[in-house]
C-alpha cells in the first residue's frame, strides 16, 4: 500500500497540468481555496488520513461572462467493467459562465473535451509516475473497488440537489 504523503507528491507535481486545461472553462469568480487528499482503508471505509495538498498557481478560472448559479455543474463521471452503481463515481466541478453556454443551453463539446482530456492527461501522468497506480471507484456498500476505465462527461448540466433521468445526452469519454 502506497503511503499517502507519495502520493500526493505525485498529485501535487502534476496539479500544474490539470489546471492549465480546466481554469479556461470556469467563471473569473471562481477559485481554488483548498485541496486535500484523504485516504481510507479499502476494507473498512474509515478515513486514515488527511493530506494538505499545494494549491496551483493562478488558483481563478479566466472566463468573463455572468457566472452561472453554482448549483449547475458539469460532473466528471468515472466508469468501470463493474455494471451498475457500484462501479461508477463521479464529482463535480465548479460554477462555469455564460460564456461557454451552447446555442441550446447544453455543455459545447469543447467544453467537455478540455475537462475529460485534462482530468485523463493528469490521471495518466500519475499513473506513470507511480508503479502500481490506478485510479478506482470504491463502493462502500459492497467494501470493493474497480479499476476507472474510463472518464466520461455529459452534454446536458448536472445538479447536486436532484438527479436528472430521462434527458437525452450526447456523451465525451476518454479511456484512462
Known sequence: MMHAATLAAAIDTRIASLWTGWKDEFHSSVSMAQRDLFEYNLGTGALVSTTPLALPSGVAGTLSGNPLPPQLTTAIS???????????????LPAGSTAILAADGLIPLVTRQDLVDSFAGYVGLIESDLADTQLSVWSKTHSDAHDVTLVQAGSVWDTQRRRRSGLPESRYSVAV
Do not use: D, M, S
Open 78 to 92: 468515472l466508469r468501470t467493467a463493474q455494471p451498475g452503481p457500484r462501479g461508477r463515481g463521479r464529482f463535480y
